[in-house]
């Protein structure tokens, strides 16, 4: 398909031809209508290396199929991003994220290759060791330097169980104290907090095995049971620390049937026990249904009183950003998902020459600030951002300037990879592509 449009004479953008509605961003890309589309329907496990640790994927396998082909084998990936339709080619081109990321860094940094199709129609493999610029440009360049249509993962041992222990913290000083002490040990394969108002969390830390207490045993994934993040509330409310055994599919994909606690505001009595019993086998919907039949005024709605965002700060700011989250969204509950990042080349390092503990701080739902307004907030967050040297997720609604993206961001890689692989008349820019400044 890309030689055939080289030979109509590269006349317009590329880019796939997956329609904007199937993806799990809330955004809807109007550059497929004026784009040409490629078709790239690779959703296939090739093949699992149990010599190299390595499974090697097509882009469109998503989350859910991979741990459910990997599990039954005895593997698992280290880092699982939450939602069952995450694909591999997002969570490559955009990022993600996992509670074991303290230990392993984001989704990009537990891959050890990818292939892609160039603009000129050749296929190329790239790894830390081979056509190595091009490995670190790829990850958040959002399919702006070539098609990926194959990527190898790293394995790990899986276990049956996660061992999760729920400590609720109050105060915000403590919250952050404890946060990041649980975050730097090694020892967790788990850590997660949910922020539940502004002086009140609860901090999990997870422990994988494969032995349980039977009494202790909670299977969060079935149908009937409360939606976790309600699970861990209780323990706030009743002001005491558990300990429970998780199966380990169940612990990967905890917040996929409230789709973390964005249900709360689609379906409010989603999580009443009734509700639940009778009807919870059919949530969640799937966020590509949702997005196929909401109508432009319900869209509209969403965007101006709604937030769906993702920041990624450094561990040492958790708590200014956490007030700064406060009085500009007053959102809650908040996610905080741990993370190391190493200083690797590409769009996204810390600012020093070492690896550096990271904090994902998740808002999603409705802003109860008295003020909000969702360009004029939503750019003073990120102003805050990209003071304290952190990115904002691309998958959100971005509203910075040119300027403004590539200072936050590290374009020179990837600059560099522009010119030399003739991306410019293929592929629109990163930021062309995601910003909200870009496309009105």
């Not at 799990?24 to 296939?44: E, P, T």
């Not at 640790?53 to 939450?82: D, F, K, S, Y």
């Not at 440009?137 to 070539?146: D, E, I, Q």
């Amino acid at each position: 398909q890309v030689r055939e449009w080289k030979k109509e004479g590269s006349k317009r953008y590329m880019c796939t031809g997956r329609p904007g509605w199937l993806t799990v961003s809330l955004r809807v890309g109007k550059y497929k209508k004026i784009h040409k589309n490629i078709m790239i329907n690779l959703m296939d496990v090739l093949e699992v290396d149990s010599e190299r640790q390595v499974v090697r994927v097509e882009p469109l396998v998503t989350m859910g199929q991979l741990t459910a082909h990997l599990n039954p084998m005895g593997w698992t990936i280290p880092v699982v991003p939450e939602l069952d339709d995450l694909t591999v080619g997002g969570l490559i081109m955009g990022t993600g994220i996992e509670s074991s990321s303290h230990i392993y860094g984001l989704f990009q940094h537990t891959c050890v290759a990818y292939e892609l199709v160039l603009a000129d129609g050749s296929l190329v493999r790239c790894s830390p060791t081979e056509n190595s610029d091009l490995f670190y440009a790829v990850p958040w360049s959002c399919g702006t330097l070539g098609f990926l249509v194959a990527a190898e993962i790293k394995m790990i041992p899986a276990k049956k169980y996660v061992k999760i222990h729920y400590e609720p913290v109050r105060g915000l000083q403590k919250i952050c104290e404890k946060f990041t002490e649980e975050s730097k040990k090694k020892e967790n394969s788990f850590v997660e907090g949910l922020v539940y108002s502004l002086e009140e969390a609860v901090i999990m830390t997870g422990v994988l095995t494969d032995e349980a207490e039977q009494s202790k045993i909670n299977r969060i994934g079935n149908y009937y049971k409360p939606w976790f993040f309600k699970h861990v509330e209780k323990y706030l409310k009743a002001d005491r620390t558990g300990v429970e055994y998780i199966p380990s599919r169940q612990y990967y994909h905890r917040h996929t049937r409230s789709i973390f606690w964005e249900l709360q505001d689609i379906i409010p009595f989603g999580n009443n026990p009734i509700f639940r019993y009778l009807f919870g086998w059919m949530v969640p919907p799937k966020i590509s249904l949702l997005k196929l039949t909401q109508g432009e005024a319900i869209r509209k709605l969403y965007e101006q009183h709604h937030v769906v965002q993702d920041m990624l700060v450094p561990m040492k700011s958790l708590e200014k950003s956490i007030q700064t989250f406060h009085a500009d969204l007053n959102v809650y509950p908040l996610w905080l998902c741990p993370f190391i990042l190493p200083n690797n080349p590409g769009m996204v390092h810390p600012k020093g020459d070492e690896a550096e503990l990271y904090v994902d701080i998740g808002a999603y739902g409705e802003p109860k600030r008295k003020q909000f307004e969702a360009r004029a907030s939503m750019r003073q967050m990120e102003k805050f951002v990209r003071s304290v040297h952190g990115f904002q997720m691309l998958y959100a609604d971005c509203y910075m300037t040119r300027e403004e993206f590539w200072d936050m961001f590290d374009g020179s890689l990837y600059h560099k990879l522009r010119e030399q692989m003739n991306c410019k008349d293929a592929f629109p820019e990163v930021y062309d592509k995601i910003c909200k400044a870009a496309r009105h």
